[in-house]
């Protein structure tokens, strides 16, 4: 199946300062990327809609001016965490579309723990 | 508004054993259901899916039934491997090709020799 990597898979920072996560899709073009966050013991939650070229869609009560989302190219897509504190300190996922309802591919995730 | 309940694991079976993961489900409309499983280190990967009400879902011996009378869709298998173990999330798309995906809580399987 199609493949979809993250980078990095694990990042400790400091509070007050930013981290991006990539999401890549590694053998197909996606026009549509998602990002979720998921706490323990609780259910991956949509974070965010990704549209190549044009602003993501953010889900209601997420801070969009705190998660940054860029989707520049149709293999790539961010998520910036800006000014993190340590409630930001989760599990954040992608995924990838390949066509409009069809399967979503994931990515493994990248722990970010913000000290 | 549209939400997934999920049995809560950890799970742990000997190897040959039944499995069954319980997971009902609310929504407004009509959704799809799917089951997802993520080996570790890896993605989440599509395990199997159902559309429709009374639709069974299988794929490496697993399967599941679209249960709109009790609003469920278990999991099941029937003699589980070591290979087996890993975390497996169902989800809910408010309605077939829809993108938003609502998930549970993910349930951590392992299975012992």
């Known amino acids: 199946g199609a493949v979809v990597s993250q980078h990095p898979s694990r990042v400790i920072c400091k509070s007050g300062t930013s981290v991006k996560i990539e999401c890549r899709s590694l053998?197909?073009?996606?026009?549509?990327m998602f990002w979720y966050r998921q706490f323990p013991k609780k259910s991956l939650m949509l974070m965010a809609t990704s549209n190549e070229g044009s602003k993501a869609t953010y889900e209601q009560g997420v801070e969009k001016d705190k998660f940054l989302i860029n989707h520049a190219s149709l293999t790539l897509s961010t998520l910036t965490v800006t000014s993190a504190h340590p409630e930001d300190s989760s599990f954040y996922i992608c995924s990838a579309l390949l066509e409009v309802g069809r399967e979503q591919y994931f990515g493994p995730g990248t722990r970010l723990t913000v000290t | 508004g549209d939400s997934v309940t999920q049995m809560e694991g950890p799970v742990t079976l000997s190897e040959e054993a039944f499995l069954t993961i319980n997971c009902t489900y609310t929504a407004t409309g009509y959704p799809s259901l799917f089951w997802y499983v993520q080996y570790p280190g890896e993605g989440l990967q599509l395990l199997l899916k159902a559309t429709k009400a009374d639709d069974k879902g299988s794929n490496k011996g697993f399967e599941a039934t679209y249960r709109k009378e009790t609003t469920s869709f278990h999991l099941e298998k029937g003699s589980v491997q070591v290979s087996d173990s890993a975390v497996y999330f169902c989800?809910?798309?408010?309605?077939?090709?829809?993108?938003?995906?609502?998930f549970g809580t993910g349930t951590r399987l392992t299975v012992i020799p």
């Open positions: 989800a809910l798309a408010p309605r077939t090709g829809a993108n938003n995906l609502f």
């Open positions: 053998d197909f073009q996606a026009t549509t």
